[in-house]
């Protein structure tokens, strides 16, 4: 049998072997490598149950963050318990919604950071041997090529990657500040319920007091065994009624830890909001909202929900720009040795796309559509967001003047016919006040719910407001950047 390998290949063409595995090793070594990296579900399990707010996390949190905060700042003071603002707080640094968002945002940075690069040079090595007994049968041509950035495309790709971490970035900041806003309006439902549950407290103790004060009237046959009973009932009632809000209010309560990003095992004593309004403070302390405003351009430049619209607008621009540039491709240019029966050529091989069938007709077609769709997107929101405007400012103006009513002249005569009833009880009176007693104080009782339904009412309805209005320092800052892209 003949020897393929022949030494009669000349010794130019030898070291081509040794010189190509030495280039492989050198590339190989350029590469990284894998490193797997588990999941391990008791661990992080057994943080989480482990978070605490004094271990340093939250401050070392506030001290790293470089974007300014969503909201007003404030002195972070956890040994008097934690108010409304800590929460927000607290929930900035450990909501795992958040966290998500802004891993999100650094996938899309690390896409912008090695986006519009070259494309890596294309080594390509052909080898031919003669079928003729000749002296030197082989034909070796190793060639590189290089791809040629002269259509725009990387200039394009850097642009796009650029928009769309720029929608990730602001993405973040819709996040943050739709979960500050979430931790005020369930700060206020578990503060309404945990209101609920006092009030209903207050009115079973009362019944309580009472009932023997009624058994003894009606055992001297001052009033009837059914008003007292009624009383007995109206007690078995309120105490079935209380022992649902105290759950209502520890559901509440569950709830507004889960948005904070801990568990109960966190021990925290939580201060209510709504219980500063008893106290003559007023919503706008933390939130001030101004009524009878129309949704101007300003606020539309301020609001979240549009700023991350026409940030998607954006890409849907570069997207275009994009595709345009992928009409051709890249055009190749290298070297390339070919060695021929012994003979050494040297030379260059390049080669470019004829846009003449495709020409990326699809891609262009569908970014300009998705561009008009975009645009469509921005500009309904900007309609649906200064109609739903002006709806919540005439429902904050109806509930504000339910509850005013109630406080004038609703509240007024039923605490009036209470003490009344509860003055003629002291003096021994019968019947007829004993069971006008015990609907005075169904009445005064049902009162004081309503208002605090209305206050937790126009709470909701003016973060409402406040969500759509956004914090304007930090899109200030935003859009700042987006004048520099």
């Given at each position: 049998?003949?020897?393929?390998?022949?030494?009669?290949?000349?010794?130019?063409n030898?070291?081509?072997?040794?010189?190509?595995?030495?280039?492989?090793?050198?590339?190989?070594?350029?590469?990284?490598s894998?490193t797997?990296?588990?999941l391990?579900t008791?661990?992080?399990?057994?943080?989480?149950?482990?978070r605490?707010?004094n271990?340093?996390?939250?401050q070392?949190?506030?001290?790293?963050r470089?974007?300014?905060?969503?909201g007003?700042q404030?002195?972070?003071?956890?040994?008097?318990?934690?108010?409304?603002?800590?929460?927000r707080?607290?929930?900035?640094?450990?909501?795992?919604?958040?966290?998500?968002?802004?891993?999100e945002?650094?996938?899309?940075?690390?896409?912008a950071?090695y986006a519009g690069?070259?494309?890596?040079?294309?080594?390509?090595?052909?080898?031919?041997r003669?079928?003729d007994?000749?002296?030197?049968?082989?034909?070796?041509?190793?060639?590189?090529?290089?791809?040629?950035?002269?259509?725009?495309?990387?200039?394009?790709e850097?642009?796009?990657a650029?928009?769309?971490?720029?929608?990730?970035?602001?993405?973040?900041?819709?996040?943050?500040?739709r979960?500050w806003?979430?931790?005020w309006?369930?700060?206020?439902e578990?503060?309404a319920?945990?209101?609920r549950?006092?009030?209903?407290?207050?009115l079973q103790?009362?019944?309580g007091?009472?009932?023997?004060r009624?058994?003894a009237?009606?055992?001297?046959g001052?009033?009837?065994?059914?008003t007292?009973?009624n009383?007995?009932?109206e007690y078995?009632?309120?105490?079935?009624?209380?022992l649902?809000?105290?759950?209502?209010?520890?559901?509440?309560?569950?709830?507004?830890?889960a948005?904070?990003g801990l568990t109960?095992?966190?021990?925290?004593?939580?201060v209510?909001?709504?219980?500063?309004l008893?106290?003559?403070?007023s919503?706008?302390d933390f939130?001030?909202?101004?009524?009878h405003?129309?949704?101007?351009s300003e606020l539309a430049?301020?609001?979240?929900?549009?700023?991350?619209?026409r940030?998607?607008?954006?890409?849907?621009?570069?997207s275009?720009?994009?595709?345009?540039?992928?009409?051709?491709?890249d055009p190749?240019?290298?070297?390339?040795?070919?060695?021929?029966?012994?003979?050494?050529?040297?030379?260059?091989?390049?080669?470019?796309?004829l846009?003449?069938?495709?020409?990326?007709q699809?891609?262009?077609?569908?970014?300009?559509?998705?561009?008009?769709?975009?645009?469509?997107?921005?500009?309904?929101?900007?309609e649906?967001?200064?109609?739903?405007?002006?709806?919540?400012q005439?429902?904050i103006?109806?509930?504000?003047?339910?509850?005013?009513?109630?406080?004038?002249?609703?509240?007024?005569?039923?605490s009036?016919?209470?003490?009344?009833?509860m003055?003629?009880?002291?003096?021994g009176?019968?019947?007829?006040?004993?069971?006008?007693?015990?609907?005075?104080?169904?009445?005064?009782h049902?009162?004081?719910?309503?208002?605090?339904?209305?206050?937790?009412?126009?709470?909701?309805e003016?973060s409402k407001?406040?969500?759509?209005?956004?914090?304007?320092?930090?899109?200030?800052?935003l859009e700042?950047?987006?004048?520099?892209?």
């Amino acid at each position: 049998m003949k020897n393929w390998i022949s030494k009669k290949v000349p010794a130019p063409n030898a070291p081509l072997l040794p010189g190509l595995g030495w280039s492989i090793l050198v590339l190989l070594s350029a590469c990284q490598s894998y490193t797997p990296s588990p999941l391990d579900t008791a661990a992080h399990q057994a943080a989480w149950q482990a978070r605490a707010l004094n271990d340093g996390s939250l401050q070392a949190f506030l001290e790293q963050r470089q974007a300014p905060l969503p909201g007003p700042q404030g002195e972070l003071d956890l040994s008097d318990g934690l108010d409304l603002h800590e929460a927000r707080l607290v929930a900035l640094a450990f909501n795992p919604e958040l966290r998500l968002a802004r891993l999100e945002a650094g996938l899309a940075a690390a896409h912008a950071q090695y986006a519009g690069q070259w494309t890596d040079p294309e080594f390509a090595l052909s080898a031919l041997r003669a079928t003729d007994d000749i002296p030197d049968p082989w034909i070796v041509g190793p060639s590189l090529s290089f791809s040629l950035p002269l259509t725009g495309r990387t200039g394009a790709e850097t642009e796009h990657a650029a928009a769309q971490h720029q929608v990730a970035r602001t993405a973040v900041l819709h996040a943050e500040w739709r979960i500050w806003s979430e931790v005020w309006r369930a700060w206020q439902e578990w503060s309404a319920a945990l209101l609920r549950e006092q009030e209903t407290k207050q009115l079973q103790v009362t019944l309580g007091e009472l009932i023997p004060r009624v058994g003894a009237l009606a055992k001297a046959g001052e009033v009837t065994a059914r008003t007292a009973s009624n009383f007995k009932i109206e007690y078995s009632q309120r105490t079935a009624e209380l022992l649902q809000l105290h759950g209502l209010t520890l559901n509440k309560e569950q709830a507004l830890l889960a948005l904070m990003g801990l568990t109960a095992a966190a021990n925290l004593e939580l201060v209510p909001y709504l219980s500063h309004l008893q106290e003559g403070r007023s919503n706008e302390d933390f939130f001030p909202v101004t009524l009878h405003t129309e949704f101007s351009s300003e606020l539309a430049q301020r609001n979240l929900e549009l700023l991350q619209l026409r940030d998607q607008y954006a890409v849907a621009e570069k997207s275009l720009a994009l595709e345009i540039a992928q009409q051709i491709s890249d055009p190749t240019l290298g070297p390339v040795f070919e060695s021929d029966s012994g003979q050494p050529r040297l030379g260059l091989i390049g080669g470019i796309s004829l846009p003449f069938f495709h020409a990326n007709q699809e891609g262009i077609a569908a970014a300009r559509a998705e561009r008009l769709l975009a645009r469509a997107r921005y500009e309904t929101a900007l309609e649906i967001m200064g109609g739903r405007w002006q709806q919540v400012q005439q429902k904050i103006e109806a509930i504000t003047r339910q509850r005013s009513h109630m406080e004038q002249h609703l509240m007024p005569l039923i605490s009036q016919q209470l003490q009344d009833a509860m003055r003629l009880m002291e003096l021994g009176e019968g019947q007829d006040n004993s069971e006008a007693l015990l609907m005075s104080l169904i009445l005064s009782h049902q009162a004081r719910l309503d208002w605090i339904d209305a206050t937790l009412a126009v709470s909701a309805e003016e973060s409402k407001l406040v969500q759509m209005r956004g914090p304007e320092p930090t899109v200030k800052q935003l859009e700042e950047t987006e004048g520099n892209n």
